[in-house]
C-alpha cells in the first residue's frame, strides 16, 4: 500500500474512475467523500492540497473544533455529517455542513426544518435507511422510506436530495444497494450515498452518486470510546 495521504487518495480516485467505466457511468458521476473523522485537522492538508474538497464527520461536536479554520482557509469544502444526529444538535448541524447524510425520523426533520428556516441556510439531505433492520444502526425502515421522505416534504418543507445506507457488516452488499436504489426510484429521488472502504466499487456499480471513503485514505483509526456505528 502506498505511504502518503496523498497517494492513496490518487489511488482511491483512480479505483472510482475504473469503477465508473467498467459501469458504463460517466467519469466524476460518483463524488468521494473522504471521511475524516477522529483525524485531526493537520491531517486534512495533504488532501486538500491534494484537491479533495468533500469530507465526512460523524460527530457535530467534533468537527465543530476541527472546520471552521480549515473552511476559511478553502472556502470551496463542502462538508458531509454522515453520522447520527441528535435533535439538540441541529442548529450546530445546520450552521456547519453543507449536506447532511442521516435524516431518519420525524423529531430530526422538525429540527432540520426549523433550523434552515431560522438560520436561512439549506443543507442538502439524506434520508438514511436501515436496508437491514439492525436494531443497532440509526436509519429508517426500507417500507417505511416513501411515507417519510413524503412526510419530510409535505409537512416540513424539506427538499430530500437523495437516500443513504450502511449495509450490515456481515452480509454481501450488493442486495443493499440495489434495494436503496430500487427506493430511491420509487420516491423520486436521484442521489445515493453508499459504499465505504471495503465496497465502494460494488455501490458504484448500482448508482452511488457518493461514496464515503476514510480508512483506506487516512489509515487505521483508534478504537472509540463506546464503540459506535462506522460510516466509512
Do not use: Y
Not at 476559511?72 to 453543507?98: C, M, T, W, Y
Amino acid at each position: 500500500m502506498t505511504d502518503t495521504v496523498a497517494e492513496r487518495l490518487a489511488a482511491i480516485c483512480a479505483r472510482i474512475a475504473a469503477a465508473e467505466r467498467e459501469a458504463g457511468r460517466p467519469e466524476g458521476s460518483a463524488a468521494l467523500v473522504a471521511v475524516s473523522k477522529t483525524f485531526p485537522a493537520e491531517d486534512m492538508l495533504p488532501a486538500l492540497a491534494a484537491g479533495q474538497r468533500l469530507f465526512g464527520e460523524n460527530r457535530v461536536q467534533e468537527a465543530e473544533g476541527k472546520w471552521p479554520a480549515l473552511v476559511a482557509a478553502h472556502p470551496d469544502i463542502e462538508l458531509h455529517l454522515i453520522g447520527p444526529l441528535q435533535s439538540n444538535k441541529a442548529r450546530e448541524a445546520v450552521a456547519l455542513f453543507d449536506v447532511i447524510h442521516t435524516v431518519d425520523r420525524e423529531k430530526i426533520a422538525a429540527a432540520l426544518a426549523a433550523e434552515m428556516n431560522r438560520q436561512g441556510r439549506r443543507p442538502r439531505l439524506f434520508v438514511q435507511v436501515n436496508t437491514g433492520l439492525e436494531p443497532q444502526k440509526a436509519g429508517i425502515a426500507p417500507r417505511e422510506a416513501a411515507a417519510f421522505v413524503d412526510r419530510c416534504r409535505s409537512v416540513h418543507g424539506l427538499a430530500i436530495e437523495g437516500l443513504m445506507c450502511i449495509p450490515p457488516a456481515e452480509e454481501s452488499p450488493g442486495p443493499h444497494f440495489a434495494l436503496l436504489a430500487k427506493l430511491a426510484r420509487e420516491i423520486g429521488v436521484g442521489a445515493l450515498s453508499m459504499g465505504m472502504s471495503g465496497d465502494f466499487e460494488t455501490a458504484i456499480a448500482f448508482g452511488a452518486t457518493h461514496v464515503r471513503v476514510g480508512s483506506a485514505i487516512f489509515g487505521g483509526r483508534p478504537p472509540l470510546t463506546p464503540p459506535r456505528e462506522s460510516a466509512a
